[in-house]
């Protein structure tokens, strides 16, 4: 499983997700309450040893289209990402991934989720009274070995 599909699973895996009857898409997301989208932005090296181990993080970017009528939806739909953004930081417990570098597959871990930047981010219908898209900005690091690189 490589690191999208593993975010894609864990993000599946909240307990308040049924909030967002329609799942987890991936690079997609219906302009329906209920619907999700997790939209992969990038990889990058953070750091490498001399042995040739890395450190790299995955960038991604949620949007939730959720009701946005009022002021109680709205506050209900900010606690959702900010009660995601708290689960995801202990969600992340060395599970297993794997990426293809020179068309060799190589393990890794997972070691760190997080999130930043929750906040409503558009109206569907230009206004607050219909389906409101929200954003949340998701940080997956992991480690890869470099006996495994070789």
């Known amino acids: ?10 993000i ?5 997700i049924s909030a967002l009857n329609k799942g987890v898409d991936v690079d997609f997301n219906e302009a329906d ?22 450190d790299r993080t995955h960038n991604f970017v949620l949007y939730a289209v959720f009701d946005g009528f009022n002021d109680y939806q709205r506050l209900a739909n900010s606690t959702f990402l ?15 991934i794997e990426v293809t570098i020179d ?7 997972l070691t760190k989720l997080s999130g930043a ?24 690091q992991y480690h890869l070995e470099s006996e495994e690189l070789l």
Do not use: R
């Not at 599946?12 to 308040?16: A, C, L, W, Y």
């Open 117 to 140: 930047n929750g906040m409503l981010y558009g109206y569907q219908e230009g206004t607050l009274s219909g389906q409101v898209t929200y954003q949340l900005q998701i940080y997956a």
């Open 82 to 96: 900010l009660d995601l953004v708290y689960w995801l930081e202990h969600a992340a417990n060395g599970q297993s």
């Open 12 to 16: 599946s895996e909240f307990p308040q």
């Open 33 to 54: 309450s209920g619907c999700c989208g997790l939209y992969p932005t990038g990889d990058q090296l953070i750091k490498e040893d001399i042995l040739g181990n890395q």
């Open 1 to 10: 499983m490589n690191i999208i599909e593993l975010v894609k699973q864990i």
């Open 103 to 109: 068309e060799q597959i190589v393990t890794g871990k």
